[in-house]
């Protein structure tokens, strides 16, 4: 036993995952989004589980800059990668170029960059349509002109993709999905020879007229709820990573005491209190509210007090036999990590990503 924190990572839970996305889209190849050293999960790791010759393998990688990209290529990912961000700059088109990777198009300034370039071969080119999010992608008037100089460029692979992102669609009750469907629809009708995507993972769960000829799902691959108020189990969702520590101390307080910084939390009774090597700099979230969820013994209990940068306390009022050396999950197997993002008036998608690098990944398939 050590007293670190440990993230186990469950690959089978990711292979189950992605099968479910199939059920969900069996029409579309699937984009696996693994940007964000795949939401904190390990990238080469997820890469190598959801590649070929495995039955759960993707169709393709999304990531977020370059440098991944080139990374996966390094570690002998063959599957093809998707850069979101596109590139900036000549060298980084040759680099592409030169390891197969694919890129998101995204203003005519990189159009532009590709007509002017030499490139040893040609690139996949994914063509982004901004419909509402005003983030990236290039204004639905604009597309067929960029559409049309990228088709006559012989620096591009053919055909290409034309895909959008959508804002609102973990939001049932709002139109906007529908809206950007519609408004993606009508540019790109006039364009069959292109591949179309649009679908994210709670466009995927819910919207099945996003699907179309690629899906892009993220967070339901790591077994999360995209949707407020539900988790993945509700989806039949396995939740890949636990995240686990151990009580490296126990007390008994008086009624009264106060606990942890700022005395945040005054004990109303007698009661014992535990210590878990754990903390924000494991990555576990510094806003986590009293009455925040842990697992002690797999029994539920609360977070009291503030959390430190090492160390974490909790109310073991439910678990009275609880000793040091038990052990603790923070989330995953048996606590959904919508649960402790909500207490933390935050979402999963950002406790994963900030686990840190002290903490220790045990990858295995159950
Ligand atoms: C991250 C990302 C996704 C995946 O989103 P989830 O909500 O995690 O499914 C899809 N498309 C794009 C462009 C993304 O950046």
């Known amino acids: ?15 189950h995952n992605i099968a479910r996305v199939r059920t969900y889209a069996p029409k579309a190849a699937i984009l696996a989004m693994i940007k964000a050293d795949a939401y904190g999960h390990g990238l080469l790791a997820v890469a190598q589980a959801l590649s070929p010759p495995l039955p759960s393998s993707a169709d393709g990688f999304g990531v977020a800059r370059l440098e991944e990209a080139l990374f996966l290529r390094q570690h002998g990912i063959e599957l093809p990668i998707l850069v979101m961000a596109g590139f900036l700059c000549a060298e980084e088109l040759e680099k592409m170029s030169e390891f197969s990777i694919s890129t998101v198009v995204h203003t005519l300034e990189q159009v532009q960059l590709l007509e002017s370039t030499s490139l040893k071969e040609p690139v996949s080119v994914w063509l982004k349509m901004d419909t509402g999010m005003h983030r990236l992608g290039l ?17 591009v692979a053919k055909p290409m993709t034309l895909f959008s992102h959508l804002a609102r669609s973990d939001e049932l009750s709002s139109t906007m999905t529908q809206e950007q469907t519609d408004l993606f629809n009508r540019i790109v009708h006039a364009i069959p020879s292109a ?53 490296i101390a126990v007390h008994t307080l008086s009624k009264g005491d106060a606990v942890s910084y700022g005395s945040t939390w005054i004990c109303p009774e007698k009661m014992r209190v535990g210590v878990i090597a754990v903390g924000y700099a494991d990555g576990y979230p510094r ?21 430190s940068m090492d160390l974490t306390t909790v109310d073991l009022r439910p678990c009275p036999q609880a000793k040091i050396g038990d052990p603790v999950v923070l989330w995953g197997e048996g606590l959904p990590i919508e649960e402790v993002a909500a207490a933390a008036d935050t979402i999963a998608y950002e406790l994963l990503c900030h686990v840190m690098s002290r903490v220790r990944f045990e990858y295995r398939y159950v």
């Open 1 to 15: 036993m050590t007293s670190g924190v440990l993230a186990q990572i469950d690959l089978t839970a990711l292979q």
């Open 139 to 155: 204004p639905p008037a604009v597309i067929p002109e960029a559409y049309t100089r990228l088709l006559a460029c012989d620096n």
């Open 195 to 247: 591949a179309k995507s649009i679908a994210n993972s709670a466009a995927i769960m819910t919207w099945p007229q996003t699907h179309m000829d690629w899906v892009r799902p993220g967070i339901m691959l790591y077994g999360i709820s995209p949707f407020a108020n539900r988790v993945g189990a509700d989806f039949d969702l396995q939740p890949v990573m636990t995240l686990k520590s151990h009580l």
């Open 287 to 307: 806003h986590a509210r009293n009455g925040t969820p842990i697992l002690v013994n797999g029994v539920r209990c609360a977070l009291v007090g503030r959390v």
